[in-house]
């Protein structure tokens, strides 16, 4: 597994898809031709991790064939698996060790890696603050194709 940080290039590319000034309104959603768009820090302003939330998932875009997620963890994910969902992991702020399979891997702001469906994988959160990362899964998220696994 091999893990990139292009801090320089992907970071500031991501944020451009992404963040926009206005958000689409629901009846430009209804054209599929049209960009659907949310401001990613102004959604994380908005949906901030609770004093008593280990984990919090907002949709920030999406459509039969994907989803566009802001996941924000503040200690450890539990081990789970997707069987049908693959992952695209883009951590936009804080640092940790992610494991995939017996692998673990230090990320920092910046690492982004893909998640194969079948993969067993976790994040502990090593920073001070919670890590905030943009994912973007295909098909579109579905919370039933979650499955936790014991260590």
Do not use: Y
């Amino acid at each position: 597994m091999r893990i990139v940080a292009w801090k320089s290039t992907l970071t500031p590319l991501l944020l451009l898809c992404l963040a926009g000034c206005a958000v689409a309104s629901s009846q430009d959603r209804t054209d599929p031709t049209r960009p659907e768009l949310t401001d990613l820090l102004a959604q994380l302003e908005r949906n901030p991790l609770g004093p008593d939330e280990a984990l919090r998932i907002t949709k920030l875009v999406e459509s039969p064939e994907m989803s566009g997620l802001l996941v924000q963890v503040r200690g450890s994910l539990p081990a789970h698996v997707h069987k049908r969902t693959q992952e695209i992991v883009h951590l936009i702020r804080g640092e940790g060790i992610f494991q995939l399979g017996t692998e673990r891997i230090p990320i920092q702001t910046g690492s982004v890696m893909r998640i194969s469906p079948g993969q067993v994988h976790t994040f502990t959160n090593t920073g001070p603050a919670p890590a905030v990362f943009l994912v973007v899964t295909t098909p579109r998220w579905d919370e039933r194709d979650r499955f936790m696994v014991r260590e």
